[in-house]
């Protein structure tokens, strides 16, 4: 029984991790191809380069996003681990 409380917390775990990290991942590509669309419609080329440039999201949203993906991905492993060591620690009768 234990293991298997234990092995059903790790999906779960899991699903949210990758659940937030594909969420993280979309805004990014979203707020990406927000910008390209904006470039495209607001530019107007005026000697071969463009007069008005709409700014990429700021650096640290992106950092941002790439720090929540890297520790999800951690507490996934983490969980991994606690469980992992949880087995090895249970009696079978």
Known sequence: MKIWVIGH??????????????????????????????????????????????????????QDTHSLLQNNTGVFRKACKCAIHAASKTTWL
């Open 9 to 62: 917390s790790i999906v779960h775990w899991a699903a949210e991790a990758e659940a937030e990290g594909r969420r993280l991942k979309n805004f990014r590509e979203r707020c990406l191809d927000q910008d390209r669309m904006e470039t495209k419609k607001k530019g107007r080329k005026i000697g071969g380069l463009k007069s008005r440039q709409v700014p990429l999201p700021p650096a640290s949203l992106l």
